[in-house]
Nanobody
Framework: EVQLVESGGGLVRPGGSLRLSCAAS????????MYWVRQAPGKGLEWLTA???????YYADSVKGRFTVSRDNAKNTLYLQMNSLKTEDTAMYYC????????RGRGTQVTVSS
């Protein structure tokens, strides 16, 4: 069974950092195109990052220079390092096997507030 489990969210002050994890099972992360998406309150899903099988990474303009996607092949886990967080980054964060987020996990909440 394919499963994605996100973790690492929480409450952080503006300017702070968090690292999200996405533990995958039922498939191999390093052989897949993987994405991070988020959904802010009252808004639709927003694509944030992509990591392709070869390791190439891509970022939405809204997070470029602040967020970094990586993976640990041995742990079959995808990560999202988030730095310089802003209040507008408050959202539920999901990893997904598709850019639109249709195959996303249950998500982890990130709240950026002073």
């Amino acid at each position: 069974e394919v499963q994605l489990v996100e973790s690492g969210g929480g409450l952080v002050r503006p300017g702070g950092s968090l690292r999200l994890s996405c533990a995958a099972s039922g498939f191999t992360v390093s052989s897949s195109w993987m994405y991070w998406v988020r959904q802010a309150p009252g808004k639709g899903l927003e694509w944030l990052t992509a990591m392709y099988k070869g390791g190439s990474t891509y970022y939405a303009d809204s997070v470029k220079g602040r967020f970094t996607v990586s993976r640990d092949n041995a742990k079959n886990t995808l990560y999202l390092q988030m730095n310089s967080l802003k209040t507008e980054d408050t959202a539920m964060y999901y990893c997904s096997r598709d850019r639109a987020g249709a195959t996303r996990g249950r998500g982890t909440q990130v709240t950026v507030s002073s």
